[in-house]
C-alpha cells in the first residue's frame, strides 16, 4: 500500500472461507466435523471450546451413552474435531455478523474480521 494511499476503515480478511461457524459448543463442533466431512473450507470462531456443556455435571439423553460428565463429552467431542482439516479459533467471541457483497463478515471482540 503506498504510503498517500486512503486505508479503508475495515480491511476484508484475505482469506473466503466456505463457511463461517460461530460457537464451539456440541452443534457448533458437529457442523464443524460434517463441514470437513463435505470437503467445505470451514472456520470455527469461539470464545473457549465446549459452551455450557464444560460446566454440566452429568449428561444422561445423549445418545450412546447412559451416562457422562460434560467436560467428558466435550474432549471426546475434541478429539474428533481433530481428525479433520479444521480451522478453530478460540479466545474471542464473535460480536457482529453483516451480509456484504454476496457473503458474511464476522468480526470478534479483539478486532478480527474474517470473511465466508
Known sequence: MD???????TQRAEKVYDLIIVGGGP????????AARKKLD???????VGGQVNWTLG???YMGYQF???PELIRKFEEQV???PLEVKT????ISLSKNDG??????????????
Not at 27 to 34: E, K, P, S
Not at 91 to 94: E, I, K, L, P, R
Open 91 to 94: 479466545g474471542s467471541a464473535v
Open 82 to 84: 481433530k481428525q479433520f
Open 103 to 116: 457473503g458474511f463478515d464476522a468480526k470478534t471482540e479483539s478486532g478480527e474480521s474474517y470473511w465466508g
Open 68 to 70: 457422562i460428565e460434560g
Open 27 to 34: 452443534a457448533g463442533m458437529t457442523a464443524a466435523v460434517y
Open 3 to 9: 504510503k498517500g494511499e486512503a486505508r479503508p476503515l
Open 42 to 48: 470451514a472456520l470455527l470462531l469461539s470464545k473457549d
Open 59 to 61: 449428561i444422561e439423553n
